[in-house]
Each structure stands twice: as C-alpha cells, then as structure tokens.
C-alpha cells in the first residue's frame, strides 16, 4: 500500500511538471508572439540588402545591426515557429519605420523587393538608351553589341537590385516586338508598307517629327501620301541619322549642305524610307504609322507653337515656311 502511495504521488509529481513545463512553453510562445507583432525600433524607412545564402542567423545579424529588428532571437524563433527557414529570399528591401519582426519576415518570404526603374525616352537612340543603361548603378553586368536601332521599346521599366543589364535589354526587345506585332496586325488596309519594319522605320520619323500627340496621324498620313505618289519624304531626321548614325547628337543646325550627303538614310536624295529605323519609337507613334490619319497634306513645317503648319500644296508650304522663318527672326533665330 505504502509503495502505490509513493507511485502515486511520483506519477502526480511528473504530471504537475508537465503541466508547468507546458504552461512555460506556453507562456514562453504567447511573449514570443507578443514581441513579433509590436513595432519594431527603427524611426525611419531602412534599406538593407540580403545577400544570397545569408540564412536565418545572417539575415537576423544584419537587420539588428541595420536597426530594423531589436532582438535577433525573437526572430529566429519566429521564422522557426512558421516554419519558412527556406523561405526568406534575397534582395534589397525597403522596411518601413517600426516595421516588426512578423511584418518583417512576411515581406522576405513574400519577396517584396525594392523595385527600381528605368526610362527609355520616346525617341531615343538605341546609343542612347546604351549611355542610359551603362550609368544606372544598380544593374549588374556588361552590355554586348547594341540590337538593331529602333527596337527597343520606349518605357518604364522596373527591376530589381542586381539583374543585368542584357536581361533588361531583352525585356525592351521582347516588348517592341509584342507591340509591333500587335500594331501590325491591326494596320489600316492599302498602306504603301511591306513589312511591320516598315512600319516601324516610318514610326521612327514621325517620333522625330513630332511631339505633339494630336499630330502623329497627320504626320504619318503626310509621309504615306508621299509614299504613295513616289515623292521623296525630305525629312530632316533622316539627314541628321545619315550624319550621325545614332551615335551623338548633331550638335549644330542642320545646314542646306548636309541636305546632298550621299547615305541612303538622306531622304532628300533617295526615294522611299530610309534603310531603317532613326530612333526607338513609342507607342502613340507605331499606332500612327499603321493608323496614319486620312488626309490631303504633303507639307509640313514648324509654326513656333510647338507644332506644325499642314499644306496641300507647294505654294500653301512656302507659305508657311515663310511665315515659319518671320517666327524664327523675331525669336533671334
């Protein structure tokens, strides 16, 4: 009997251990998910960049350091307790002021990265966008030789921290020509166009050509009139790409000289579009190219406003291009 007692009073002994030793997980669990929710120590947004194969340890380190986190165990436990140890990716993030360690380790599993963006500006040269790319300190990598001018997409376009510049040269060329095979698809019938690159060398020049918006169908309808009744399109950009091919600015007026250069891309001398494209046209100016606008124009000229003259005529241009020059003495030009 005296030793069922002392069985007894054991067996009570380990249960009431138990009993407190799952009260202190609990308890220990509750702070643990008390801390992980309550905001963190930092003031202000903190950049910090995982690096790949950090790991758990690591990425704890580096966020107290950083000051985002205030206690490196409670998350370890944390990331331990939702069981994503393999979960929490590299990249640079951008981790808000009192950001805390459950909201912390949701955007490294999430990936929720610092997103950075890039520009390439309606008409650039792929030299240009080249200059561009080799200037933005957070792509990775070296540039091979430049695609073929006007086939890269004028956009914005986000990256993350690290990836190369040819993969962002890659996403230009693809998005080009996803939207020229669109454009193309939904051309107007009868254009004086054989291909979707004629249609993109002619978008090129009307984007030289003009910067207003309400003007690029009439721009493009002007040049596909021309096109039509075999004139040449005699537009200057076309001279300053001969003059330049791309590489730099022209730096200087264009003189009536440069007007005789013997190059193919001289459309005061060869018939026709130019070999290729001048520059990298945006959206407005492909759709204006395969939509040029219905009208009777073959002239255009500068007005002073920012925008052009239209004439159907010879003698309506001249005109103009005398009224043209009067702006452009009384500006000092």
């Known amino acids: 009997m005296r030793v069922l007692s002392r069985v007894f009073g054991f067996a009570v002994g380990i249960f009431l251990l138990a009993v407190m030793g799952g009260l202190i997980v609990a308890m220990g669990l509750f702070a643990v998910d008390r801390l992980a929710i309550a905001p963190g120590p930092s003031t202000e947004t903190t950049n910090v960049v995982v690096e790949p194969g950090s790991g758990v340890r690591g990425i704890a380190d580096e966020l107290t350091a950083e000051g985002v986190i205030g206690n490196p165990w409670v998350f370890k436990i944390h990331v331990r307790l939702e069981g994503v140890e393999d979960r929490l990716t590299a990249g640079e993030y951008a981790f808000p002021a009192g950001v805390s360690v459950a909201e912390t380790v949701r955007m490294l599993r999430e990936h929720e990265v610092v997103q950075n963006r890039f520009t390439v500006v309606e008409g650039w040269t792929v030299q240009e966008v080249f200059e561009a790319l080799e200037a933005e300190p957070e792509l990775t990598g070296e540039l091979s030789e430049p695609p073929a001018e006007g086939t890269l997409l004028p956009d914005t376009y986000f990256f993350q921290r690290g990836e190369t510049r040819a993969e962002l040269v890659a996403r230009m060329q693809a998005a080009m020509e996803a939207e020229l095979d669109a454009a193309w698809a939904a051309r107007a019938p009868d254009l004086p166009l054989a291909s979707p690159e004629d249609a993109l060398t002619l978008a090129s020049i009307v984007e030289e050509e003009t910067g207003v918006d309400a003007e690029r169908a009439i721009v493009a309808g002007v040049f596909v009139n021309r096109l039509r009744r075999g004139m040449l399109l005699q537009t200057d950009p076309t001279v300053i790409y001969a003059l330049t091919k791309g590489e730099a600015p022209l730096g200087r007026s264009l003189l009536r000289a440069d007007l005789a250069v013997d190059d193919p891309y001289n459309t005061y001398r060869y018939e026709g579009l130019p070999p290729g494209p001048i520059a990298n046209p945006g959206r407005a100016s492909i759709r204006a190219a395969v939509q ?21 005529t010879l003698e309506e241009h001249n005109a103009n291009v005398r009224s043209w020059r009067r702006v452009q003495q009384e500006q000092g030009g």
């Open 292 to 312: 040029p606008a219905a009208t009777p124009y073959l002239f255009f000229v500068a007005d002073g406003s920012g925008g052009h003259a239209f004439a159907r």
